[in-house]
């Protein structure tokens, strides 16, 4: 999920940002993708969950952090569509529940129902926004896998040239043992498929953005949106 995040370009919208949570926010349209309305409110709860799932303090959330999350929330809206369009399945509660597990494990205070609560509301989430929201990751991540996994291809020439240009010396540096290649050929091929599908995604998305009516205050009337 990470690796699928950081792919994300960030857009520099031009966008006025209220601050996070001081006083009363008044919702309005920050932004449209294909006519759906991004209001405030999703903006700052996107923030909010960013900052979250980073570990970051709201109060230390930077004018760029912000920029960027509006930017994911385009891409979401964007690969929300796609989803309908395929007729895409959405993962089962179960899978959901192991990552918000996962997610829980990352807090030292969130042990305790009591901590974890706490925790959500310093972020001003609660656990039912988290879990649509990590729910909606996971069903991205799926549309991603299917479609661009079947297409890269990882050469035994490429793994091994990794394993002596990349690994090995990581290894070393590390202090430790050399281990076979074929031990860490499967790990290897997952590495350098990430990096390829994360390569795939970024053209796919810049291709979706540059067919999709994308609007914002920092757009003029017909803009396709923020240039990549």
Not at 59 to 82: G, M, Y
Not at 83 to 97: A, W
Not at 137 to 166: C, F, T, W
Not at 198 to 220: D, K, V
Request: charged share 25%; proline share 4%.
């Amino acid at each position: 999920m990470v690796m699928i995040r950081k792919i994300f370009i960030a857009a520099m919208l031009g966008l006025v940002a209220l601050p996070l949570w001081a006083g009363e926010v008044i919702d309005g349209i920050v932004a449209t993708v294909n006519g759906h309305a991004i209001l405030q409110s999703d903006w700052e709860d996107e923030i909010c969950f960013e900052a979250f799932l980073g570990g970051q303090p709201l109060d230390r959330v930077t004018p760029d952090a912000r920029k960027t999350a509006l930017d994911h929330l385009i891409d979401q809206e964007l690969l929300r569509e796609q989803m309908q369009s395929l007729e895409s399945q959405h993962v089962s509660d179960e899978v959901v529940g192991e990552r918000m597990r996962e997610v829980r494990k990352q807090y030292r205070d969130a042990s305790s129902d009591q901590g974890w609560q706490a925790l959500l509301a310093q972020f001003h989430l609660t656990e039912k926004e988290v879990k649509e929201r990590l729910g909606l990751q996971l069903d991205v991540m799926r549309l991603v896998d299917s479609k661009l996994r079947p297409g890269v291809q990882i050469d035994a020439k490429s793994i091994e040239s990794y394993y002596n240009h990349e690994f090995l010396p990581q290894l070393r540096q590390a202090g430790a043992k050399d281990v076979p290649l074929a031990e860490v050929t499967p790990k290897i091929k997952e590495l350098l498929t990430q990096e390829k599908m994360n390569q795939l995604l970024a053209a796919w998305l810049q291709s979706l953005r540059s067919g999709s009516n994308i609007r914002g205050e920092g757009f003029p009337p017909n803009s396709r949106g923020p240039a990549q």
